[in-house]
């Protein structure tokens, strides 16, 4: 359930982007953020306030709403899990490490910097960090001592979700493990995040995503021809890990609603790069022989299917059938290239792949990617333009869809995100919170959810057991 505090009037921002059609009303409560009509006093900001009818009214309507979320994870794939639970409703209670936090705190540049009237020092929010955990709320605890367990556990005993992503075992010395959680909480829904899993030969491996992509096939089927292997250009393991774990919590929930029971999720790194080697996997295990290799942007089946130097870029041209390759050959004024007969079928052209792309590569580089994305404009063909991020960012159909959210951090001002890619007619996922600074919702957590009194909470301070925001 959403806590209710007291704060000044708020309006809603929009996001940078056009509203779109009939849609642009359902849309639109994705794009909007709570954010401060004027600048927050020091007791404002520290309380995060975000309440108000309104808001507390659209959040009440989200999928998760009332559901809690006991977050333990750093880094990624366990953030990006929870980060889309919160969107979609639940309440996530962020448990941070009191001095340094999640190591994405430190993950930078770039970062968003402090305000004057923040209070705050140091460079600021990571631009890291803020990508993977908005709507949390940030506990900083330390679950070295005695007193930060029996906060976990009282934690855990309330909440329908919990979250964690350390080496298996390593909880068990906190009586944090499955096992444990599970007798205080029947309910708990508890999802383990790990490298490689809690079996199997390595189970007991820290594993960052590119270990994993190197060792589960993903580096091998990526980059140039001939050349070396190289990463995703993200964190794609750890993104589409994320992603699973999330919707094994919702088929978990779905399943306790009929049993009553909570359970233990085992998602890994390592198995969800194997899952998404998808077509490739099933190619090598249909035909027992290993993969093709390394094909840059190009398909290992299909000509012309890849990207092609321009004047001032690239352009990625699919001419993935017949017709498709006539449109391609008329577009750059070779038409002669369509009835040639090394190059009749999608076979021949295979077969005669490089004579063919250094020909169609001769002409397409003699234009800009403005050229010829206008050329094929409207042609039926499939095409586009290699962008870099801060373009797609830009982009005026990434603009048109919401993807960029403007939002107004309470300590660092106006920052842009990206937003969530739900579109859920009904229910669409909202911002509700900023990303949170370290311990920002520490006293809020203890005192709301735990009934602790002010001095019991400023004794563990004291102590070194949480850590809250300086007054």
């Known amino acids: 359930m959403a806590l209710r505090i007291a704060s000044r009037p708020w309006r809603q921002l929009p996001v940078t982007g056009r509203a ?14 709570n954010v401060p009509s004027r ?14 009818s309104a808001s507390t009214s659209a959040s009440s309507d989200l999928p998760l709403s009332g559901y809690k979320v006991l977050d333990m994870t750093r880094v990624l794939a366990g953030p990006y899990c929870t980060q889309i639970l919160g969107d979609l409703g639940a309440e996530v209670i962020k448990i941070e490490h009191p001095v340094r936090g999640d190591d994405t705190r430190a993950w930078g540049p770039p970062y968003a910097a402090y305000t004057p009237e923040s209070g705050l020092s140091g460079p600021g929010e990571s631009a890291y960090f803020l990508g993977a955990n908005r709507n949390k709320k940030s506990l ?90 190289v990463k995703v250009g993200v964190a794609v393991t750890d993104l589409t890990t994320g992603l699973y774990t999330s919707n094994s919590i919702l088929a978990a929930l779905l399943a306790r609603s009929r ?16 899952a998404t080697l998808a077509n490739i996997a099933s190619s090598c295990l249909i035909s027992g022989q290993p993969d093709t290799g390394r ?38 004024g070779r038409p002669d290239l369509g009835s040639d007969t090394r190059f009749a079928t999608n076979a021949d052209r295979v077969a005669h792949r490089v004579l063919l ?25 499939p095409y586009a333009a290699v962008n870099d991020v801060q373009t797609t960012l830009q982009h005026d159909h990434t603009r048109a869809r919401n ?31 900023a990303p949170p600074i370290l311990g920002q919702h520490t006293e809020e957590i203890l005192s709301q959810h735990l009934g602790y009194a002010a001095d019991k909470i400023a004794d563990l301070q004291a102590s070194g057991v949480v850590r809250g925001i300086k007054k």
């Open 259 to 274: 049993t009553g029971r909570g359970q233990h999720i085992d998602a890994c790194l390592s198995d969800c790069q194997t």
């Open 20 to 33: 779109v059609s009939r849609t642009s009303n359902q849309l639109s409560r994705s794009c909007f953020v």
């Open 39 to 52: 600048p927050l006093s020091s007791t404002a900001r520290r309380a995060n306030a975000t309440s108000t």
């Open 403 to 433: 993807m960029v959210l403007d939002l107004n951090h309470p300590y660092c001002g106006p920052v842009q995100l990206v937003n969530s890619p739900m579109k859920l007619s009904e229910t669409p996922p909202v911002v509700r919170l």
């Open 295 to 332: 094909w840059g942007t190009a398909h290992p089946s299909i000509v012309p299917y890849k990207s092609f130097r321009t004047a001032d870029g690239g352009i990625l041209l699919g001419g993935g059938n017949d017709r498709l390759f006539q449109i391609l050959c008329e577009g750059i």
């Open 357 to 381: 792309e250094d020909e169609i590569e001769s002409i397409t580089s003699t234009q800009t990617t403005a050229h010829w994305l206008k050329v094929y404009e409207g042609k039926g063909m």
């Open 140 to 229: 900083a605890l330390s679950f070295q001592h005695a007193d930060g367990v029996e906060i976990l556990h009282k934690l855990a005993a309330q909440c329908d979700i919990l979250v964690e992503n350390y080496l298996p075992g390593t909880l068990a010395k906190y009586g944090m493990d499955f096992k444990t959680v599970h007798k205080l909480n029947p309910k708990l829904v508890y999802a383990s995040i790990t490298g490689y899993g809690q079996t199997g030969p390595y189970s007991s491996r820290a594993g960052y995503d590119v270990m994993v992509e190197a060792e589960f096939g993903l580096m091998h089927i990526t980059g140039e021809r001939d050349q070396t292997p």
